[in-house]
C-alpha cells in the first residue's frame, strides 16, 4: 500500500533538500570561504579574541589583527545573509557576530591547515585560497 504526501507540506520538504545540499549550509556569496572543523571537539584553545573577522579578496575569513590568521569555526557553524550583512551562526543557531563587525571568541593559532581538522576538500580549499597562518575558534559564548 503507497501512503502520499499531502501536496501542501511539497514545499517545505523541497526546501529542507536544497538546504541540505548547499555547502556548510552557506547562506551567503558563493566565493565566501567557510571553514569549520570536520567533527565536533570537546578540548579547545583558551586565548582570547578580540576585534573584528573581516572577509579579504580572495573571499576567506581572516581575523582584522596584524598576522591576519583565517578563522576555522567550530563544526556546525554557519554563514546567514540578513540585513544586508553576513552573520557567523553556531551550531544551535546563535548569531556569534557579523562579518567587518566586533566577534569576541576563544581559540588558537595553528601554523599550518594540517592543525585545523578540516575536511578534506574544505583543507584544499583552505590552502589554494587562505594561506598562512590559522586561528581555530574555540568557546564562543564568552561574557564581557
Same mark, same amino acid.
Given at each position: 500500500? +503507497? ?45 582570547? +579574541? ?95
Amino acid at each position: 500500500m +503507497f501512503r502520499t504526501v499531502p501536496r501542501a507540506l511539497l514545499p517545505g520538504f523541497a526546501a529542507l533538500a536544497l538546504n541540505a545540499c548547499s555547502p556548510d549550509g552557506v547562506a551567503g556569496p558563493p566565493d565566501t570561504v567557510l571553514l569549520t572543523q570536520a567533527s565536533p571537539t570537546k578540548v579547545v584553545m583558551q586565548a582570547l +579574541f578580540e576585534g573584528r573577522v573581516d572577509r579579504d579578496e580572495q573571499g576567506c575569513l581572516r581575523l582584522d589583527s596584524q598576522d591576519r590568521h583565517t578563522v576555522v569555526w567550530p563544526f556546525g557553524f554557519t554563514l546567514v545573509r540578513r540585513d544586508g550583512g553576513l552573520y557567523v551562526r553556531d551550531a544551535f543557531r546563535r548569531d556569534i557576530g557579523r562579518i567587518g563587525g566586533p566577534f569576541r571568541f576563544g581559540g588558537g593559532e595553528v601554523p599550518t591547515v594540517e592543525g585545523a581538522d578540516l575536511p578534506a576538500g574544505k583543507r584544499e580549499l583552505a590552502e589554494s585560497r587562505c594561506p598562512g597562518r590559522y586561528w581555530v575558534v574555540g568557546a564562543t559564548n564568552l561574557k564581557q
